[in-house]
């Protein structure tokens, strides 16, 4: 399965609104449950995951995070795009420092092996100015897809 393969219209919100962390793990969790990329263990699965290694990242124009599970979690491989309304807190990878995060990818790889280069190629987008600029202004679920596929 090649990258582009792993997102779906279905799999784009980009106007969540959220407490916290936990309410958008519950959210998106109930959401990929319902559509049968994860099972039940999922929320529970992320959850520890996230706290274990962090996903936030700091990028060279706006911070992310790409929470991820173990694969005993993955029913079906995606890649789910949120964007909040209001930022919330995520803990960077690698010095737990907190930052504020809107744009999150939720990454369901079933090969772990994948999921490293499958990193690399979302942090590359990030340090991509037209990318990124293009990113903060799409709007609807059409441009992000479109967008994204252009740029994979």
């Known amino acids: 399965m090649n990258t582009k393969e792993l997102f779906s219209p ?3 919100c980009l106007n969540l609104e959220v407490k916290n962390k936990s309410d958008l793990f519950r959210k ?3 959401d990929l449950n319902k559509k049968g990329y994860v099972n039940a263990g999922y929320l529970k699965g992320i959850s520890q995951r996230e706290e274990e290694f962090p996903t936030g990242l700091i990028t060279q124009h706006l911070n992310i995070a790409l929470p991820h599970s173990d694969t005993q979690y993955i029913e079906k491989a995606f890649i789910y795009i949120v964007r909040l309304n ?8 690698g010095d737990n420092q907190e930052i504020k995060v809107k744009d999150i990818f939720f990454l369901g790889i079933k090969d772990s092996a994948k999921q490293v280069n499958l990193l690399a190629s979302l942090m590359d987008l990030f340090s991509n100015d037209e990318f990124v600029n293009n990113f903060v202004e799409v709007s609807n679920k059409t441009e992000m897809l479109s967008l994204v596929n252009k740029n994979l």
């Open 86 to 93: 209001e930022p919330i807190t995520f803990n960077q990878m």
């Open 10 to 12: 279905e799999l784009i």
């Open 28 to 30: 998106i969790a109930d």
